[in-house]
């Protein structure tokens, strides 16, 4: 039996098991599972957090785990989208940059016992509501043909604002990492 303390770190892993699915069923063209996977991806993340947070069950393989799978998924969602032309390649690459480059602070930062500094901001979490958003609106594309460029429109408009986004609460990461790196590096030269 699931213990209840287990179903947020589960529902994390689901997500990163969604990835492989993903790119079955987008090879073989089934766009109305990959809106089913798009929803219960951003479902699943509002529901580990909100549950590990109620039941008290936070647990490091939680808190490591869940951006990793969230960055993950939406790395494999955008490649597919550069792949048809759906996204731009550069808009896609500034997003994955900034994940891969916050991802590399946090490991710095977590073995100094300070990734706490990168803890998510709320312009961060309507950063990742924007992307889902977009992902959501792009994936209708193909489902209708007679709106397809109304749609692309609308998505892509979203995207770009995630992108912006993307770009502030990156470059809020990144100072306030560095001015912590700077201060460690500090008291270790003054020991």
Do not use: H
């Not at 529902?11 to 599972?33: E, K, M, V």
């Not at 008290?56 to 790395?75: Q, R, S, V, Y």
């Not at 997003?95 to 490991?107: C, M, P, Q, Y």
């Not at 995207?159 to 500090?186: D, P, R």
Request: overall charge positive; hydrophobic content about 50%.
């Amino acid at each position: 039996m699931i213990k209840t303390k287990n179903i947020p770190n589960l529902l994390t892993f689901s997500r990163l098991l969604l990835c492989p699915i993903w790119l079955t069923l987008f090879y073989y063209n089934f766009y109305y599972c990959l809106l089913i996977i798009i929803i219960y991806s951003a479902f699943s993340d509002y529901l580990d957090g909100f549950l590990a947070r109620k039941f008290n069950c936070e647990t490091i393989i939680g808190k490591t785990l869940d951006p990793i799978a969230d960055k993950i998924f939406t790395c494999t969602v955008l490649l597919t989208f550069v792949s048809d032309g759906r996204v731009n390649f550069i808009i896609a690459a500034i997003i994955i940059i900034r994940e891969i480059v916050i991802s590399g602070f946090r490991e710095a930062l977590a073995n100094y016992n300070k990734s706490n500094i990168l803890n998510v901001t709320f312009l961060s979490k309507i950063k990742t509501t924007s992307q889902f958003i977009a992902i959501f609106i792009l994936t209708l594309m193909p489902l209708s043909l007679e709106y397809s460029f109304k749609i692309n429109q609308i998505g892509t408009l979203i995207l770009y604002i995630s992108a912006i986004l993307t770009i502030c609460t990156g470059y809020n990461y990144v100072i306030k990492s560095i001015i912590t790196l700077k201060n460690i590096e500090k008291e270790k030269n003054a020991n």
